[in-house]
């Protein structure tokens, strides 16, 4: 049986490999909703729920391809701090948003500061790390 084309609902903890938990739907009380094999969520998770059933749990390891990719270089940048409008206030190892062309945020993280420069990488937080996830399947509609 695939659940291919339906909506399942799923919790989730996921860790990195040193163990690190960075994000659990069982924290927040909520199980994601997403259509299996739609595209709306990472590769791996696509592929780990098409073939649950309804309370079935299971544990997977990604490698950056199923998951967030690896680091994209051409999305780190160095921009001189002259051209950086309050550049003496960017709160370094955070995450900023910058307006993109049509008005969108654009989340980046100021990665150093140094010789008079500032170095933003608009890299997904998880890309190019190994991740492990917790699921349990717990709906499928």
């Known amino acids: 049986m695939s659940n291919e084309g339906k909506v399942v609902r799923i919790h989730y903890t996921g860790t990195t490999?040193?163990?690190?938990?960075?994000?659990?739907?069982?924290?927040?009380?909520e199980p994601i909703e997403f259509t299996c094999g739609a595209g709306?969520?990472?590769?791996?998770?696509d592929d780990a729920v098409m073939d649950m059933?309804?309370?079935?749990?299971?544990?997977?390891?990604l490698e950056p391809?199923?998951?967030?990719?690896e680091v994209n270089e051409e999305l780190i940048q160095e921009v001189p701090l002259?051209?950086?409008?309050?550049?003496e206030n960017l709160p370094l190892g955070e995450t900023i948003?910058?307006?993109?062309?049509?008005?969108?945020?654009?989340p980046m993280v100021v990665a150093k500061i140094e010789d008079g420069k500032a170095t933003f990488d608009?890299?997904?937080?998880?890309?190019?790390?190994p991740l492990n996830f917790d699921l349990e399947l717990v709906e499928v509609k």
Request: net charge negative.
């Open 17 to 29: 490999d040193d163990g690190e938990k960075f994000d659990s739907s069982y924290d927040r009380n």
């Open 40 to 45: 709306q969520v990472i590769k791996g998770f």
């Open 53 to 61: 059933e309804v309370g079935d749990k299971k544990t997977i390891h």
């Open 65 to 69: 391809a199923e998951a967030y990719g």
């Open 82 to 87: 002259e051209n950086i409008p309050n550049a």
């Open 97 to 106: 948003y910058m307006h993109g062309p049509d008005g969108q945020p654009i």
């Open 122 to 129: 608009m890299n997904h937080p998880l890309a190019g790390k």
